[in-house]
């Protein structure tokens, strides 16, 4: 069993937010298989699916970005699932947008979801896919008023290529394993 873990934040003031772009993945994923989200033995929704005969628990963590981890522990220790079977889905303020990034283990990189999954998991060894939302060579004067806007037009178009791709990344993780998923998919896709 597999266990993929999109971050987001729960209000819905944040959809459509660039904060929120790993809500949006694993609902695109769910959304494929006709799933849908329902409470969760825990602080979060969860969709059921099955893809190529491997059973995969999608969730979105119902506590804010900066609690995620309490969410993912809960479903890990409900579901009886290792470290190794989670890829967690996250925006990524150091990547260009229309760049996905997957990685086996790692830091945080400043994504404070992952710092506190990490936290609470005690490791950072845990798979995860870094969705990138950076705007090419374009100057910040706030981050957390940038990942907590919502995207433009242009933005949109971009994810809308990316989210597709995001799909198919984290089914090859659930299928294949992690080292299959990066050599296929860590490159630019627009």
Known sequence: ??????????ESVHVGTRHNIGFSAV???????GARFSKGKGKF???????NGVPVIIIKPM????????????????????RSDILVVCDDLNLLSGTIRIRSKGSAGGQNGLKHIIECLGSDEFARLRIGIRPEEQPLNSFSSFVLGKFNEDEKKVMEKVLPACREAALDFAINGIDHAMNHYNKPLV
């Open 27 to 33: 609902e695109t994923i769910a959304t494929s298989f």
């Open 45 to 51: 929704l969860r969709a059921s699916i099955s893809h």
């Open 63 to 82: 506590t804010y970005m900066n609690l995620s981890g309490h969410a993912v522990v809960a479903a890990m220790n409900f579901h009886k699932i290792r």
């Open 1 to 10: 069993m597999k266990l993929i873990v999109g971050l987001g934040n729960p």
